[in-house]
């Protein structure tokens, strides 16, 4: 007969042998995904018998987990801003750096708001900002079909089908031709450094999409893309958020106010790395308004 306790050292010693860093938090989430059980189980019901079929599962996944694929893409589901997420090998797994992205925005957002979230992925921006607001809307772009089918159900599973939009395509070139604009325009692009992308840990090198990941040369190239056209889609007064790399704030930033932005900003997470890029549109640049703002 298997035991909670003995059923859960096996798996953390296998971990452990692959060289993973966190074996004894990963151990534990792959058993209680497959028990259904809590974090108090390990040690008050430490006893508790693992049934075949669960002893069988939980090693699936140990040899999944051993082989450096993410907890998250093993489950299927990662928490983001308290809200659970769908995530496959198709989206960016939700972290903490991005809920700061959230948590800057959030000041930011007014009942009604018409949101744009650029490079979508999961939707868990877009659907955060959603959730926690009233009686706003938004859209969300993403270049992967794949992407988008993920961000769909995860509105639909929050109860959010009815306020987001998902639309395949570059950038703003998803949008429809004559949209209305947005008073805010939220983004994570793809900001590693290709030649960084190597040295990646192999859970985010192998495991998490590529194309979500590759910012060019210098990991400034979708920002480059993002800024110019930024003010043709943003109401006069409307803000863009970026999250970027930890080096990467006084570029972007530059980008911003080279593009007509005031009120730029650079904003440090809890660990005191840049994070957050955002900027008001003024609908001008090179002291000329955009097209639409004269009329």
Not at 182 to 209: H, K, Q
Request: charged share 25%.
């Amino acid at each position: 007969m298997n035991r909670y306790r003995q059923v859960f050292e096996e798996g953390r010693r296998a971990l452990e042998e692959s060289g993973n860093a966190e074996a004894q938090l990963d151990a534990r989430l792959l058993l209680e995904a497959v028990c259904g059980t809590d974090a108090a189980v390990l040690y008050a019901e430490e006893d508790r018998e693992v049934t075949d079929a669960q002893y069988r599962s939980y090693r699936q996944y140990i040899r999944r987990r051993a082989a450096h694929e993410p907890v998250a893409y093993i489950l299927g589901q990662a928490w983001f801003m308290g809200l659970p997420f769908k995530v496959t090998a198709d989206v960016l797994i939700p972290n903490q750096d991005t809920e700061f992205l959230v948590e800057e925005a959030m000041p930011e957002v007014h009942d009604g708001m018409r949101i744009l979230d650029l490079c979508t992925g999961s939707g868990c921006i877009l659907l955060s900002l959603l959730h926690y607001s009233n009686r706003c809307t938004g859209t969300g772009t993403d270049i992967s079909e794949k992407a988008l089918a993920v961000a769909l159900e995860n509105a639909d599973s929050l109860g959010l089908s009815k306020q987001a939009y998902f639309c395949r395509g570059d950038l703003y070139g998803a949008l429809a031709p004559g949209s209305p604009r947005f008073d805010l325009i939220v983004s994570n692009p793809p900001y590693i450094r290709t030649g960084d992308i190597a040295g990646l840990a192999e859970e985010v090198r192998d495991a998490e999409p590529g194309i979500a990941l590759d910012g060019g040369d210098d990991g400034l190239s979708f920002y480059r893309r993002i800024l110019p056209d930024a003010a043709r889609h943003l109401v006069i007064g409307g803000t863009l958020l970026t999250e970027t790399g930890f080096d990467e704030g006084p570029a972007v930033a530059r980008l911003f106010e080279e593009n007509g932005f005031r009120d730029v900003r650079i904003r440090k997470d809890y660990g005191g790395l840049d994070r957050v890029v955002r900027g008001e549109c003024t609908g001008r640049r090179d002291g000329k308004l955009y097209a639409g703002f004269d009329v």
